[in-house]
C-alpha cells in the first residue's frame, strides 16, 4: 500500500541513503534487522523483528540462524536486542550474549546499511 511506513526488504546490497532512510521512517531513525549468520544475509525496515524473521524464512532462511537488532542511523548504535533473541540454546534474553553472532550482525549491518551511505557521499 503507498504511503506505508515500514519498508520490509531483504537487502542483497549496500543500501543508498534514500532507501535507508524509507527503511528508519516508521521507527523515527532506528532500522529493524534480522541477520541470518549461516547464509549471510539478512532483512531490514519491518515493524516488528518478526516482520523480517518472516520475510527472510519465505526464502529459505532457518529461524535457528537469525538474529535480531536495530541499527540508528543517526548515532551509528546498533542495540542487539530483539525479542527474537530469546529462548534460544546459549541465549535466554533478548540481547545477544555471544560475541561472535554479535560480530556478524554488526559486519552485515557495516557492511549493507553504513558503508553504502558511505560510498555516496
Request: hydrophobic share 40%; glycine share 10%.
Amino acid at each position: 500500500m503507498a504511503g506505508e511506513p515500514f519498508h520490509n526488504t531483504i537487502i542483497t546490497g549496500p543500501v543508498v541513503a534514500d532507501l535507508l532512510q524509507k527503511l528508519a521512517a516508521g521507527h523515527h531513525g532506528i532500522i529493524k534487522v534480522v541477520v541470518d549468520i549461516r547464509l549471510m544475509r539478512m532483512a531490514a525496515g519491518g515493524e516488528w523483528h518478526t516482520d523480517c524473521l518472516k520475510l527472510l524464512a519465505e526464502s529459505g532462511s532457518s529461524r535457528d540462524d537469525c538474529w535480531g537488532a536495530k541499527y540508528d542511523i543517526e548515532t551509528g548504535n546498533i542495540v542487539y536486542k530483539s525479542q527474537i533473541n530469546q529462548n534460544r540454546p546459549g541465549n535466554i534474553i533478548d540481547e545477544i550474549q555471544d560475541g561472535n553472532i554479535r560480530n556478524t550482525v554488526a559486519e552485515m549491518v557495516n557492511r549493507h546499511l553504513v558503508s553504502g551511505v558511505a560510498e555516496q557521499g
